[in-house]
């Protein structure tokens, strides 16, 4: 008789919620939102005459509000269920889209939409579809994490490529309508076919005895390595999430064309896509510290490369940025899960969300300003790099699993 932890059973059981996960986490407002933020910073330059910095923070506030209601949006999800909880969230969040299309000039139009979209769409982000995948995937975690949150490389690929050329075609606005119209689409997979845990048929599966299994919240956030873990990604997102939005506009700024840029920008989205799948593959191989710390250090080296060598070094720079945004969500939930289980696993994971938001929250704010003294973005790309060695050396620090 066939166990039933083996990949074959795994990915038979739980492949449809796989599936809805993927196209969640797809739409969300940390995935297709973010990497289509940087399509936006020249028209809205162009036609309100914001700042870059200003602009920046848009992200900024709603990473803050994401900040703030993530431990509590975890909460309500192991409370009420995902699919009671994700739906509401990404139908409203999905509905504020269409009031961006209103904005008329005042800087804190952008500010008030972004907070509420935040408010309503932090509930679908990473910390919801990470939780049922992670419920359903004991033997493939790695893997099937990482084939959940390729759908982020694949919005990463498209918007810059093809939303960029569309939208100076069409005007800005009309992508926010096709961002619109794609949440409405994804709304009813994710409400048919999202499950918190496989049901328990009496089995000795370790996905039903895991679902119920691991440390209190109180109990996690007294452990150190809990610490760890949120200060790793903490520096991960100081470093680069300000980067991913400036990465069009600065090649831009260089002297590239809109579909020129818009490539490269779907090159990191290539990048992302693939190192979400070779991540995954490889933490249910590898020590997962281990897998962090060669990761952030190819990344270090590209945003090295790009600060000091110029745009030459563009697209190393787009496939060390795609890794970096390819790992960190996958690194978190898996991090989450087998350092602190899956009985409390959305308000644990929701304050690590908290604390690698924070670090999004803080970078677009220091990048945009970066480039309104410079006119670049070279410094900040020296600074990703550096921040890099202390990312490096508290992963080598980590523990081993247990039950590894």
């Known amino acids: ?17 796989l599936f809805a996960a993927f196209v969640g986490i797809g739409v969300n407002l940390a995935s297709m939102v973010y990497y289509s933020s940087g399509i936006w910073v020249r028209p809205w330059q162009e036609e309100f005459g914001w700042s870059r910095a200003e602009i920046g923070g848009q992200q900024s506030i709603s990473v803050l509000v994401m900040m703030l209601l993530a431990t509590f949006a975890g909460r309500l999800i ?12 990404l139908a409203g969040y999905g509905i504020l889209l269409l009031g961006f299309t209103f904005m008329n000039g005042p800087i804190w139009q952008l500010y008030l939409l972004s907070a509420a979209y935040a408010v309503f769409g932090v509930a679908s982000t990473g910390l919801a579809f990470t939780r049922a995948v992670n419920a359903f995937f004991v033997k493939h975690r790695g893997l099937a994490l990482g084939i959940s949150l390729t759908s982020t490389g694949v919005m990463a690929y498209v918007m810059p490529k093809f939303m960029t050329p569309y939208v100076a075609e069409n005007g800005w606005r009309s992508g926010f309508v096709v961002m619109f119209l794609i949440v409405m689409a994804a709304l009813p997979i994710v409400y048919f076919l999202i499950k918190d845990a496989p049901e328990d048929d009496g089995s000795k599966d370790p996905a039903i005895s895991q679902a119920q299994t691991g ?47 818009g490539s490269l920008g779907a090159a990191l989205g290539l990048s992302v896509m693939f190192g979400r799948l070779l991540i995954g593959f490889l933490i249910d191989r590898i020590f997962a510290p ?5 990761v952030f250090a190819g990344v270090g080296l590209g945003c090295l490369l790009l600060g000091v060598g110029g745009i030459g070094y563009a697209m190393a720079a787009a496939i060390a940025l795609g890794f970096a945004v390819g790992a960190e969500v996958d690194l978190i939930g898996y991090y989450t899960a087998r350092y602190f289980g899956l009985a409390n696993y959305g308000a644990i994971y929701g304050l690590q969300y908290s604390i690698f938001i924070f670090g999004a929250g803080v970078s677009p704010i220091y990048t ?6 410079t006119g670049n973005y070279d410094i900040a790309l020296i600074m990703a790099a550096i921040l890099m060695v202390p990312v490096i050396l508290i992963s080598l620090s980590l523990p081993k699993f247990e039950n590894a």
């Not at 281990?290 to 060669?294: D, E, G, K, R, S």
């Not at 945009?368 to 003294?373: A, K, L, N």
């Open 290 to 294: 281990y897998l962090t710390a060669v």
């Open 78 to 89: 192991d409370r009420y269920g995902l699919r009671r909880v994700t739906t509401i969230s």
């Open 215 to 261: 440390l209190t919240f109180g109990e996690a956030v007294r452990n150190l390595t809990f610490w760890k873990v949120g200060a790793i990604f903490f520096l991960i997102s100081v470093a680069i999430l300000g980067l991913i939005p400036a990465f069009i506009p600065m090649l831009q700024d260089a002297g590239l064309s809109p579909a020129q840029a």
């Open 368 to 373: 945009g300003y970066i480039w309104d003294v």
């Open 1 to 17: 008789m066939q166990n039933s932890s083996s990949p074959v059973n795994e990915f038979a059981r739980g492949g449809t919620v």
